[in-house]
């Protein structure tokens, strides 16, 4: 499965912003040391179940970028996300294509069964996040860990997902608002090019409401082979 360098630049980047700016946990902050005396295997464990995963089905790399993402963005890293249930953010329309929860649930599992109750969610999606990362060739780092976990998860919240209609002006607002500046953004959204999109995300770029087509400034033979597909 080849990869752009500078796609593995963009993934290595949307995890650095999230794992090594600042963040104080109940008055700590984290450590890359966090579990090293409570769990020294998480890691391990993190690692090995991504590594299969991964042999398995590739599309898990973004998939964990993705949840991320949306987990970060939306109310902190807390792993707020994973919560199940009516009216959570899982059940937002924004969030219906996310995947690789099932795997984050084989790593609580198997973690839980060395170390109960202590490695929390949210330090485990980050880790398989860098996995994710190194296992599409991009470089490996160490994760300050001792996020803890939220219990609040609400759909409505997940409106504070930048959506693919805001304009750039928007966007770049959005991520303002998080302490993201435009080179953040850049990568962050770089980051995407590594999975895929709906149809239904870039289909108004292509047809108009009445099916005609809008000619913009695509390659033409990128833009024929959208077309084909975005019907």
Request: charged letters at 15%; proline letters at 4%; glycine letters at 6%.
């Amino acid at each position: 499965m080849g990869v752009d360098r500078s796609i593995l630049c963009s993934s290595f980047m949307i995890l650095m912003i999230f794992s090594y700016r600042p963040v104080s946990v109940k008055g700590q902050f984290l450590t890359t040391s966090y579990y090293s005396k409570a769990c020294p295997l998480a890691e391990s464990i993190v690692q090995a179940t991504m590594k299969a995963s991964f042999r398995l089905h590739p599309r898990i790399a973004p998939a964990m970028l993705k949840l991320l993402f949306s987990d970060c963005f939306v109310q902190g890293c807390d792993a707020s996300v994973l919560i199940s249930g009516p009216n959570t953010e899982r059940t937002a329309e924004a969030n219906l294509n996310l995947r690789g929860f099932d795997v984050i649930e084989v790593i609580k599992s198997q973690i839980e069964s060395v170390c109960p109750g202590v490695v929390s969610c949210a330090d485990i999606l980050a880790l398989a996040a860098r996995e994710a990362v190194v296992l599409t060739k991009g470089p490996y780092w160490e994760v300050k860990l001792g996020r803890k976990d939220g219990n609040v998860s609400l759909a409505a919240n997940v409106k504070s997902l930048p959506s693919q209609t805001d304009s750039l002006t928007e966007m770049l607002r959005i991520f303002a608002n998080y302490g993201l500046n435009t080179e953040d953004f850049v990568a962050l959204i770089g980051a995407h090019t590594i999975g895929t999109a709906s149809c239904k995300s870039i289909a108004d770029r292509i047809n108009s409401i009445d099916g005609s087509f809008i000619g913009l400034n695509f390659n033409p033979l990128f833009l024929a082979m959208l077309s084909r597909h975005v019907l």
